[in-house]
């Protein structure tokens, strides 16, 4: 009998592992064709200032309609684009997109704002990154000011030094440096002071729990504190509740984003909310 229950975990385990592999290459041959049949789309979500309400710009999320009642979300895609490789080209064409977004912005005169855009820590190996932007850049004429790079703490594991020379010259270029998820990662402290980054965005996991759990809210606090003693920008994502905003407002932190202000949405969306400025 136990026997038995084995030999069907195991075919269990080894058809669902298939099932999973399948989809695993599906996604990665599909994916090269979304990036050239414009199934791809970036979506914005609003980052307010909450001292007078404003919005300060939006962090530009990628979406993926193969068809019209279909949607693959980023969590799925984006760790098969990196092993893959095939991240370097979905990172290129966001930030292009982004760019000729914000150049369009400007021409129409809508006010100033700055668009910060994921990069995958891949894309900082061997200085990649500089290279894209730098070619972004020299084609399409917008202020670096308006552009931020979203990093997560990971890619300053691999290599602090070379990091440490990337970013700077990213900073030399004009263009600020966010630490995504800030709080999760492994990394020291150390590279905070070491490292040109402007602003720490609070992970999510910590601002769920901030006005209901008290080591949620004494981390989130101490890092907005830190922020502030290191004369760093900062901000919560995934701001939900009241309670977690007067939490936050009431910490010093007034840079936030999350659904209680605004969902991820479509250009047209979005730009009814800048309108509304
Ligand atoms: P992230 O950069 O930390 O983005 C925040 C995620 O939280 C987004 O999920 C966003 O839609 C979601 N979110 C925002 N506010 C709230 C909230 O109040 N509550 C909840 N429950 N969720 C909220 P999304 O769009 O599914 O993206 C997931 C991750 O995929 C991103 O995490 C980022 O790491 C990656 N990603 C997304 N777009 C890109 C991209 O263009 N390039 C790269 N390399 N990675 C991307
Ligand atoms: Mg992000
Ligand atoms: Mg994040
Ligand atoms: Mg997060």
Request: proline share 4%.
């Amino acid at each position: 009998q136990a026997k038995n229950n084995g030999k069907n975990n195991y075919l269990f385990y080894t058809s669902k592992m298939n099932e999973i592999a399948k989809r695993k290459i599906t996604i990665e041959t599909n994916l090269r064709h979304a990036l050239k049949n414009e199934e791809l789309t970036l979506f914005y979500q609003p980052k307010i200032d909450f001292n007078d309400g404003k919005i300060t710009g939006a962090e530009s999320l990628l979406r993926w309609f193969p068809n019209k009642d279909e949607s693959i979300p980023p969590s799925e895609f984006i760790p098969i684009a990196e092993t893959s490789g095939l991240i370097l080209e979905v990172d290129k064409w966001v930030l292009s997109t982004v760019c000729r977004q914000l150049k369009k912005w400007k021409d129409l005169g809508y006010p100033d704002q700055k668009i910060s855009v994921n990069v995958s820590g891949m894309h900082f190996k061997q200085g990649r990154i500089l290279k894209t932007l730098g070619d972004i850049l020299d084609e399409i004429e917008i202020p670096p000011k308006s552009l931020e790079i979203e990093i997560t703490e990971g890619i300053f594991l691999e290599d602090i030094k070379e990091s440490a020379l990337i970013l700077e010259q990213l900073q030399s270029m004009g263009i600020d440096i966010s630490v995504d998820d800030f709080g999760t990662g492994y990394s020291s402290f150390g590279y905070l002071k070491r490292l040109p980054v402007s602003t720490l965005k609070i992970d999510r996991s910590f601002i769920s729990n901030a006005a209901t759990n008290s080591d949620d809210a004494s981390i989130t606090k101490a890092i907005i504190m830190m922020a502030k003693l290191l004369n760093l920008k900062v901000i919560a994502e995934g701001v939900e509740t009241i309670e977690q905003v007067e939490l936050l407002h009431a910490e010093g932190c007034h840079e936030m984003q999350g659904y209680y202000f605004a969902k991820p949405m479509s250009i047209d969306k979005y730009e009814i909310f800048l309108d509304k400025l």
